[in-house]
């Protein structure tokens, strides 16, 4: 099953995100959120479907959301995550003051 987050868009639940155990990333819009004419895609390379999204790299959007150099480097090591383990980062660091629309919170299986 892996890991999961869910993705808000202006505070409304847009889809899921995860990270299979086979080490791929998976994105699927919420149907509600795609029934809504109102509701905006998160990102221009993730545009409004019923098909998910598959990779095997973190998507370039969600990627645009971490830190980067000093700033990212200072906080693998305040909280403990490989600063090369991309999904944990995001999990730990998109869930509030981030620039745009859009915030993560991880799922706790």
Known sequence: MGRQAIIYNHGRKAGI??????NQ???QYDADYLRDPGSDPISLSLPKQPQEFR???LFPFFFGLLSEGVN???QSRLLRIDENDHFSLLL???SDDVIG???IHAVNV
């Open 25 to 27: 990333y998976v994105f």
């Open 55 to 57: 990779s095997d790299k």
């Open 101 to 103: 629309s859009v915030t």
């Open 92 to 94: 730990a660091t998109a």
């Open 72 to 74: 990212r480097g200072m």
């Open 17 to 22: 995100l995860q990270k299979t155990d086979e």
